[in-house]
């Protein structure tokens, strides 16, 4: 979300940190959640930075920014070692177009995106969703926010928290046995 701050910031004057601060208090739970729609979400951001309305090219941003992590090229080996879930704090019609264009969604034997779910991470409702009757002391929990990772870890969960340069991958190979 850092770029869309950042051109939100620009279009609008104010500063990339008072963006994110006014997208963490007026946003980040109803529009992950589902509770905002898109359209109401950029209209209702561009009106709250004191604009008439959004610029496009903010979705054009968002788009751009949405990149794969290094380690997508692990998820195939990963997969024929365990069964892979995504859950993400999202919205669904992003996402699920970026996943389809990289070839990554068949890597996962379910994604759970917080606007189809209703739920947003860190809250305990996405852990038990999610993990069910699975065994705990068989499950990895991989995020790289810091309050997801407390939370499954408060379950019990195994958890590690993700770097952008993929270094936990290689918890991840020896949690395997890759």
């Given amino acids: 979300m850092e770029p869309l701050f950042r051109a939100v910031a620009s279009s609008s004057g104010l500063s990339p940190t008072v963006v994110a601060q006014l997208f963490r208090q007026r946003f980040r739970d109803d529009l992950w959640s589902g ?3 898109e359209t109401s979400f950029w209209t209702s ?3 709250t930075c004191g604009l ?3 610029p496009a090219e903010w979705r ?3 788009d751009q920014s949405m990149r794969a992590m290094p380690v997508v090229r692990r998820l195939p080996s990963w997969g024929r070692q365990a069964r892979l879930i995504l859950v993400s704090n999202h919205r669904h019609e992003w996402l699920i177009p970026r996943l389809e264009a990289l070839a990554l969604a068949g890597h996962f034997s379910d994604v759970w995106i917080s606007s189809l779910t209703g739920v947003v991470k860190p809250d305990r409702a996405v852990y038990d969703r999610v993990l069910g009757s699975t065994d705990l002391a068989r499950t990895l929990y991989v995020d790289d926010k810091p309050a997801n990772v407390a939370a499954a870890k408060s379950l019990g969960v195994t958890s590690l928290l993700a770097d952008a ?3 936990w991958s290689e918890e991840v190979d020896t949690w395997l046995g890759c």
Avoid: I, N, S
């Fill in 165 to 167: 340069d993929g270094r």
């Fill in 52 to 54: 008439e309305r959004a």
């Fill in 35 to 37: 509770r905002m729609d």
């Fill in 60 to 62: 054009t941003v968002l």
């Fill in 45 to 47: 951001l561009a009106a």
